[in-house]
């Protein structure tokens, strides 16, 4: 099936004969939806803490900072924009001239509020030597479009999201980049310097340092702190093989094999190649102007405390595990915080021998933490909190996307559709051992929660293979919390007309 060229075109990419065989056999057998136990809520996996605990979490975060802690803020920013202008692409494209839609008429009726909105009419005056409101007035809409989203004008529908003009201040605009810049100086930074890393698609790499570096001193002036910026691309290692809906791999009219990216589940490798003590990790889209910030802050610096202080609890207890004088008595109280704190449930523990069953809390114990922040339920698409079975029969906290639940399972879907609380992306990890080590992240990947979709290629259905999703299966064997913060945190940009949202004027 596969030819020497083929070998050598795998070999090309860092892949291995065997992963792509692997692979094409996933593609067979196709993944195993996820075992539920119950969705998460508040009593129930996910903390909600009272005011005093919040501040003590908050104590906790900063005294952690103040001991010379190497902090990362991690930011998945790879993605171009073109979906976020889907409808504005349709107006262009559509055989009527004026806004139809109610979102074309919003968009137009309201284009003096978005921060881009300087740039395109003097775009438009470069181009058309007319500006927005001539242009509108003389029923030329589509040239206005034509200039935001086209190579000619401001591009904006190939550029990368992060370098588009999100929110406006007295002393100019700013980017999804530089509001994380200054979310990096308020509750990540540490010894007088703010660590932000961001991953970014080969083709836009440039763009991005020249930002930064067009950036940086500004805000380097405005907090007194020393920024340490840098970057990282998804690594062809992680493309997986396309497949024909036989099975058989899909490959190019060259006769070449064709790859895909793994989808966010690849940057677990990116992640990995973090060295840090703490990384906080947020989507690039998900960024709110300063006069809202406060709350994201405040809860930064609680789900980071929160994250600390049980480090320290579990650091505490694999040091008392070490030193092999632990009583039955020491042994049941770690593995009531093994439930109750970390939500990780296996039946049949008091069963255990006292060997077994340190055995047990060590492997537990020993992996990665992350604290994630989960906000209300309001409908949005996408993962939510639940506690699902793992392949050695525990049971343990996960985030989990629709595709990954059996959806003739009634009860599954009731859980899904139901459940209290939706997973913003807003998590906070611990990435070293007790003993000071790195993790290697991918050995706590569960390879069984990949995702296979339809697509295409020049008319061809192929079949694409995702890797386990970075907050999905990359962290299933990780320890997690779910800490339930408030719906102000999360006000992502899915469209350009999300931008006329109050929280982003």
Same mark, same amino acid.
């Given at each position: 099936?596969?030819?020497?060229?083929?070998?050598?075109?795998?070999?090309?990419?860092?892949?291995?004969?065997?992963?792509?065989?692997?692979?094409?056999?996933?593609?067979?057998?196709?993944?195993?939806?996820?075992?539920?136990?119950?969705?998460?809520?508040?009593?129930?996996?996910?903390?909600?803490?009272?005011?005093?605990?919040?501040?003590?979490?908050?104590?906790?975060?900063?005294?952690?900072?103040?001991?010379?802690?190497?902090?990362?803020?991690?930011?998945?920013?790879?993605?171009?924009?073109?979906?976020?202008?889907?409808?504005?692409?349709?107006?262009?494209?559509?055989?009527?001239?004026?806004?139809?839609?109610?979102?074309?008429?919003?968009?137009?009726?309201?284009?003096?509020?978005?921060?881009?909105?300087?740039?395109?009419?003097?775009?438009?005056?470069?181009?058309?030597?007319?500006?927005?409101? +001539? /242009?509108? =007035?003389?029923? %030329?809409?589509? @040239?206005? $479009?034509?200039?935001?989203?086209?190579?000619?004008? #401001?591009?904006?529908?190939?550029?990368?999201?992060?370098?588009?003009?999100?929110?406006?201040?007295?002393?100019?605009?700013?980017?999804?980049?530089?509001?994380?810049?200054?979310?990096? +100086? /308020?509750? =990540?930074?540490? %010894?007088?310097? @703010?660590? $932000?890393?961001?991953?970014?698609?080969?083709?836009? #790499?440039?763009?991005?340092?020249?930002?930064?570096?067009?950036?940086?001193?500004?805000?380097?002036?405005?907090?007194?702190?020393?920024?340490?910026?840098?970057?990282?691309?998804?690594?062809?290692?992680?493309?997986?093989?396309?497949?024909?809906?036989?099975?058989?791999?899909?490959?190019?009219?060259?006769?070449?094999?064709?790859?895909?990216?793994?989808?966010?589940?690849?940057?677990?490798?990116?992640?990995?190649?973090?060295?840090?003590?703490?990384?906080?990790?947020?989507?690039?889209d998900n960024v709110v102007p300063d006069r809202l910030k406060d709350d994201?802050?405040?809860?930064?610096?609680?789900?980071?405390?929160?994250?600390?202080?049980?480090?320290?609890?579990?650091?505490?207890?694999?040091?008392?595990?070490?030193?092999?004088?632990?009583?039955?008595?020491?042994?049941?109280?770690?593995?009531?915080?093994?439930?109750?704190?970390?939500?990780?449930?296996?039946?049949?523990?008091?069963?255990?021998?006292?060997?077994?069953?340190?055995?047990?809390?060590?492997?537990?114990?020993?992996?990665?933490?992350?604290?994630?922040?989960?906000?209300?339920?309001?409908?949005?698409?996408?993962?939510?909190?639940?506690?699902?079975?793992?392949?050695?029969?525990?049971?343990?906290?996960?985030?989990?996307?629709?595709?990954?639940?059996?959806?003739?399972?009634?009860?599954?879907?009731?859980?899904?559709?139901?459940?209290?609380?939706?997973?913003?992306?807003?998590?906070?990890?611990?990435?070293?051992?007790?003993?000071?080590?790195?993790?290697?992240?991918?050995?706590?990947?569960?390879?069984?929660?990949?995702?296979?979709?339809?697509?295409?290629?020049?008319?061809?259905?192929?079949?694409?293979?995702?890797?386990?999703?970075?907050?999905?299966?990359?962290?299933?064997?990780?320890?997690?919390?779910?800490?339930?913060?408030?719906?102000?945190?999360?006000?992502?940009?899915?469209?350009?007309?999300?931008?006329?949202?109050?929280?982003?004027?």
């Amino acid at each position: 099936m596969l030819s020497t060229e083929d070998l050598k075109q795998i070999s090309g990419k860092g892949i291995t004969e065997e992963q792509v065989k692997n692979q094409l056999e996933d593609f067979k057998k196709g993944f195993p939806f996820l075992k539920i136990d119950a969705a998460a809520s508040v009593g129930n996996g996910v903390v909600a803490p009272a005011d005093d605990m919040r501040k003590q979490y908050i104590e906790a975060w900063n005294n952690y900072k103040a001991e010379g802690r190497k902090i990362v803020k991690f930011v998945p920013a790879s993605g171009a924009a073109s979906r976020m202008f889907k409808d504005m692409f349709g107006f262009l494209n559509a055989d009527y001239n004026e806004p139809t839609t109610d979102f074309e008429k919003k968009f137009f009726a309201q284009i003096k509020k978005f921060a881009f909105y300087d740039e395109l009419d003097n775009t438009c005056k470069a181009n058309n030597g007319k500006g927005i409101d +001539a /242009l509108v =007035a003389e029923g %030329n809409y589509k @040239a206005v $479009v034509a200039n935001m989203l086209e190579g000619k004008g #401001m591009n904006y529908g190939q550029l990368p999201k992060g370098l588009l003009l999100f929110h406006k201040y007295d002393e100019g605009v700013r980017t999804p980049m530089e509001e994380h810049l200054v979310e990096g +100086a /308020l509750y =990540a930074a540490s %010894n007088g310097e @703010a660590n $932000v890393h961001f991953t970014v698609s080969h083709e836009h #790499m440039q763009l991005f340092e020249k930002k930064v570096e067009d950036k940086k001193q500004m805000y380097v002036d405005k907090f007194g702190i020393k920024y340490n910026i840098s970057f990282s691309e998804q690594k062809p290692s992680t493309d997986t093989i396309a497949a024909n809906p036989d099975n058989t791999p899909f490959r190019n009219e060259d006769g070449s094999l064709l790859f895909r990216p793994g989808g966010h589940g690849a940057l677990i490798q990116n992640l990995n190649d973090i060295d840090a003590d703490v990384i906080f990790v947020k989507n690039i889209d998900n960024v709110v102007p300063d006069r809202l910030k406060d709350d994201t802050v405040t809860y930064k610096q609680l789900i980071a405390g929160i994250l600390v202080t049980l480090q320290k609890k579990i650091f505490n207890y694999l040091e008392v595990l070490d030193k092999g004088a632990c009583t039955r008595e020491c042994l049941d109280e770690m593995a009531r915080f093994l439930e109750n704190e970390l939500c990780c449930r296996k039946s049949g523990i008091a069963d255990l021998s006292d060997e077994e069953l340190v055995a047990y809390l060590r492997s537990k114990f020993n992996r990665p933490v992350r604290v994630c922040g989960v906000v209300k339920n309001v409908g949005e698409p996408g993962g939510g909190p639940f506690l699902t079975y793992n392949q050695d029969g525990t049971v343990s906290l996960q985030i989990l996307e629709s595709s990954q639940i059996d959806k003739s399972n009634t009860e599954y879907m009731r859980m899904f559709t139901e459940g209290t609380h939706f997973n913003p992306v807003d998590l906070v990890c611990a990435v070293k051992d007790y003993k000071g080590n790195d993790f290697n992240l991918p050995d706590f990947v569960d390879k069984s929660t990949g995702f296979i979709s339809s697509k295409s290629k020049n008319g061809k259905e192929l079949k694409a293979l995702e890797l386990p999703g970075l907050w999905n299966g990359a962290m299933s064997d990780w320890n997690t919390v779910f800490v339930e913060v408030p719906l102000a945190t999360f006000n992502p940009v899915k469209t350009v007309n999300d931008l006329l949202r109050e929280q982003h004027q």
